[in-house]
């Protein structure tokens, strides 16, 4: 496996789906957001970690493209690829897919802020675990 991607099985509810049967649009947003946290997670970043030291992330920018619904009951993975970064900004590429049949695209730049909300640089053990030092 990519050692810069993660995948994260979720399945679709009645919940996130809208009045048609299909997932509702903003619920791409949180899982996506899962997917994010499961790769940070599965490199051995914790969000509550970095919250003690008064850092988080926070979405700069989402560019998504909707190619296929998810419907109630499907079986759909999250895959969260880092693309590249620069200085207090992580770049992201997600995707959600049924199979292998792709659904919906995100490009996704979260930065890394203080607890002023301002743009601060990965502190060295973050650049570590992500591998990008």
């Known amino acids: 496996m990519d050692t810069k991607q993660a995948v994260f099985p979720i399945r679709i509810y009645y919940e996130d789906t809208d009045f048609s049967g299909n997932v509702y649009h903003g619920a791409y947003v949180r899982f996506f957001e ?20 008064g850092l988080s992330f926070a979405v700069h920018k989402m560019d998504m ?27 992201l590429d997600q995707e959600i897919r049924r199979g292998e049949i792709v ?28 591998d990008i030092h």
């Not at 993975?77 to 693309?83: D, H, K, L, P, Y």
């Not at 695209?105 to 570590?128: D, E």
């Open 103 to 130: 659904l919906v695209r995100a490009r996704i730049v979260v930065v890394m802020v203080s607890s002023k909300g301002r743009p601060v640089r990965f502190p060295g053990p973050v650049l570590h675990a992500l």
């Open 34 to 53: 899962r997917g994010r946290t499961e790769l940070l997670r599965e490199k051995g970043v914790s969000h509550s970690e970095l919250g003690a030291r």
């Open 65 to 91: 493209e909707f190619a296929r619904p998810a419907k109630m009951d499907d079986l759909v993975e999250v895959v969260t690829m880092i693309s590249a970064t620069s200085g207090a900004r992580l770049f």
